[in-house]
């Protein structure tokens, strides 16, 4: 037989909560919220106003399981908040400070999960959501929202939010322009997924060799008119074009003949000075925040590869 407690699991899963919302405590919470106790059907559940302190109180007296009064505030954090924000309950409108806080069921989730566990159960729940998003689908939204569109040859790309996806989006889009026109994207990882864009077909034709030790630069670009590569590391904090990391690249891509260009492209003057001591000579320094000068590291032309 199926506890209570893992009913109303199923049930937050099955109204589309989040998976850290799906954990016991938030299944006590809603237990609480509903005021059903192990042997309570679920057309009995009601919506009265309960506090944080409730759900301790109710847990510890009817399921034997007892929190220690410091969990409230991760009971309103990782419980009330999300179910809030997925019209599961709602407050009364005091503010959060306040001795009368409280929360309780929505009139409409009420009514939802007093339907819990009978034949119209899940015809119900397909009625709920076809008027309502879920928080699962919010929260994905709010993601898409949040992440940053680069465009690379003529596609949209979404780039995770943070720093280094930042500085790898400014590399297409301001350095590309300037000192690559023309160019071609072969590869470009982001800080969740590392091949988010790899021309397999390219890599091989112009004579890559990648096995899956080999460790690609953050971009790579191919200018096809002066069939010329450009290996971009995009430092914020670690990374840098040092001599070992050249010489790394040369022997990953010891087949390949096109001109290589080796850059190091940083944010900011200042990130640079942290790993100017460090950089290989005969490679060159791009600045995001200054993106049409570049910095040549010795060597006997500008911009271009050396043999």
């Not at 790309?157 to 301001?174: K, T």
Request: overall charge negative; some cysteine.
């Amino acid at each position: 037989m199926v506890s209570k407690l893992e009913e109303a699991k199923i049930f937050l899963k099955a109204f589309g909560m989040p998976e850290r919302q799906q954990t016991d405590v938030a299944g006590y919470s809603l237990l609480t919220l509903a005021d059903l106790k192990e042997g309570a059907a679920w057309n009995e559940a009601t919506n009265e106003w309960i506090r944080i302190h409730d759900v301790l109180q109710f847990t510890r007296e009817n399921y034997q399981k007892t929190y220690a009064e410091n969990t409230r505030e991760t009971i309103r954090k990782n419980c009330m908040h999300p179910f809030r924000e997925g019209a599961l309950i709602e407050d009364n409108g005091l503010a959060t400070n306040s001795p009368n806080y409280r929360y309780r069921l929505t009139e409409e989730a009420l009514s939802l999960l007093k339907t819990f566990g009978e034949p119209i159960w899940h015809q119900a729940l397909d009625t709920y959501r076809s008027h309502h998003q879920t928080l699962i689908e919010k929260y994905a939204s709010k993601k898409r929202m949040e992440m940053m569109p680069v465009h690379i040859d003529g596609t949209e790309i979404l780039l995770s939010p943070g720093p280094h996806n930042a500085l790898q989006r400014d590399i297409i889009e301001q350095f590309a322009p300037r000192f690559a026109p023309g160019c071609t994207c072969l590869y470009m990882g982001d800080t969740t997924k590392k091949d988010l864009i790899k021309d397999s077909a390219a890599l091989e034709q112009l004579g890559f060799d990648i096995t899956l030790h080999d460790k690609m630069p953050d971009v790579v670009l191919y200018r096809q008119d002066k069939h010329w590569i450009y290996f971009i590391e995009a430092v914020t904090s670690t990374g840098a074009m040092t001599p070992q990391r050249v010489l790394d690249i040369q022997a990953m891509t010891r087949n390949v003949e096109a001109g290589k260009i080796f850059i190091t492209a940083f944010p900011d003057p200042d990130t640079y000075k942290q790993f100017s001591g460090d950089l290989a000579w005969e490679t060159d320094v791009w600045i995001s925040a200054h993106p049409d000068h570049m910095i040549h590291l010795d060597g006997t032309k500008f911009l271009g590869p050396y043999r």
